[in-house]
């Protein structure tokens, strides 16, 4: 059973460009969130994906956009970035079947760095 | 809205000590209730966790009940090891929206 990996690793971007951040959901998975992790606080939700659509949305703006790909792997997308969106992003797969939620697993994260 | 507030760090204990982590939490319904642990450089890992009233939430010789009376789910664990040093998140889940809210968390340094 893999886990959930996430790439890059590290990354570092010009402020005003755009970055794709990738997460491979953990095999058996259907659902993909993704979580912002500022430096010395704990992770915000930034949204989440079911069924390729966008399932429940954070307090971030729309230049934050994301997408679920039909093998439950996910893209965060960061437009126009700014210098406070440096931060360690989470990516967390899991599997939602009716009403019940067997668990997350998260992955390791991706530093991005904004200067 | 939902929260989850836990005790300030850094936290520093010699091995062997004691460990106990505040954390209390607000909530409307019933959430479920974890400890996550993130190792340097790494992502989180879930420790333990509760889903409903006067549950123990146990992993790894760490300890946890669900407390809805007092709102709280402290982090306990008898015999700290230099290998427990790691920052401590307690969250929640409110299981309407299947968001978890952290708290800010608690950094934990063992000193042998």
């Known amino acids: 059973e893999t886990g959930v990996t996430q790439s890059p690793t590290h990354l570092i971007k010009t402020r005003g460009q755009q970055v794709t951040l990738r997460c491979s959901s953990q095999?058996?998975?259907?659902?993909v969130s993704w979580y912002q992790q500022a430096l010395g606080q704990g992770p915000q939700f930034i949204f989440q994906?079911?069924?390729?659509?966008?399932?429940g949305r954070g307090n971030f703006p729309p230049r934050f956009s994301g997408l679920q790909f039909p093998n439950y792997s996910s893209e965060l997308n960061v437009n126009a970035l700014e210098l406070d969106d440096s931060a360690l992003y989470l990516c967390?797969?899991?599997?939602?079947?009716?009403?019940?939620?067997?668990?997350?697993?998260f992955g390791s994260g991706t530093r991005l760095t904004v200067v | 809205g939902d929260s989850v507030t836990q005790m300030e760090g850094p936290v520093t204990l010699s091995e062997e000590a004691f460990l106990t982590i505040n954390c209390t939490y607000t909530?409307?319904?019933?959430?479920?209730l974890f400890w996550y642990v993130q190792y340097p450089g790494e992502g989180l890992q879930l420790l333990l966790k509760?889903?409903?009233?006067?549950d123990k939430g146990s992993n790894k010789g760490f300890e946890a009940t669900y407390r809805k009376e007092t709102t709280s789910f402290h982090l306990e664990k008898g015999s700290v090891q230099v290998s427990d040093s790691a920052v401590y998140f307690c969250?929640?889940?409110?299981?309407?929206?299947?968001?978890?809210?952290f708290g800010k968390g608690t950094r934990l340094h063992i000193l042998p």
């Open positions: 967390a797969s899991s599997l939602w079947q009716g009403e019940s939620n067997y668990g997350y697993t």
């Open positions: 095999s058996g998975h259907n659902t």
């Open positions: 994906y079911y069924r390729e659509e966008e399932n």
């Open positions: 909530a409307t319904g019933y959430p479920s």
């Open positions: 509760a889903t409903k009233a006067d």
């Open positions: 969250a929640l889940n409110a299981n309407r929206d299947d968001k978890i809210i």
